[in-house]
């Protein structure tokens, strides 16, 4: 009798190893808002995350890399393994036909993202001063910034719809200057605007400068 192998199935395995990244990815950004970047030790995020700190350590690799991860999982909204630009709500921004409609929704996701990754965000830009390993996390997060803005102003340009005779280099500087999170931070926290007075703001400004 020919005995037949059972296939593995590697799907509790993966569900797991998710979960426990899950929860160090939670962990530390609990720890990190609570204590800040420096205080806070792999050891206290693995006892708080219910692992060991080896496991931390091969997950991540860095104190500053699962900074890097928590940001991610922020500016997301969750820690599915799907590009922002690839969610219903940017495939809507994309497929608006109209480029005024196009800038005040996708500035609308983004005010969202950013009140959700704020303090994360912070705590990496001000942080890499006292913590030199923060420096490439934050050069990451400007040059991942640069290239959304480049991608995001060839978009609007293909419309036909902005200024005539605007390139893409001022578009996309125009996109990265207003959409940089000082802006949200002079506006939002330091003056009390609101996310949407903000948001609307945003998007008329951007609107005025590239049509």
Do not use: C
């Amino acid at each position: 009798m020919t005995e037949v192998k059972r296939r593995y199935d590697a799907s509790g395995r993966r569900a797991r190893a998710k979960a426990r990244r899950h929860a160090m990815v939670a962990a530390a950004q609990e720890l990190f808002e609570r204590d800040g970047f420096r205080p806070t030790t792999i050891a206290a995020i693995a006892e708080r995350a219910g692992v060991s700190a080896e496991s931390v350590y091969k997950a991540f690799g860095t104190k500053a890399a699962l900074a890097k991860a928590v940001f991610d999982v922020v500016i997301a909204g969750d820690d599915e393994d799907v590009p922002v630009y690839q969610r219903p709500e940017q495939q809507a921004m994309l497929a608006e036909p109209d480029v005024r409609r196009k800038i005040a929704m996708f500035v609308r996701g983004l005010a969202r993202r950013q009140a959700r990754s704020a303090t994360v965000q912070f705590l990496i830009r001000d942080g890499r001063h006292v913590d030199d390993s923060l420096t490439p996390v934050w050069d990451k997060l400007a040059e991942e910034g640069l290239v959304g803005m480049t991608m995001l102003g060839g978009h609007l340009l293909d419309t036909g719809q902005l200024r005539p005779g605007i390139e893409l280099d001022e578009v996309r500087d125009v996109l990265w200057n207003y959409l940089a999170i000082d802006t949200y931070e002079r506006l939002v926290l330091a003056r009390g605007w609101s996310v949407d007075r903000y948001a609307d703001w945003v998007a008329r400004t951007i609107i005025a400068a590239l049509t």
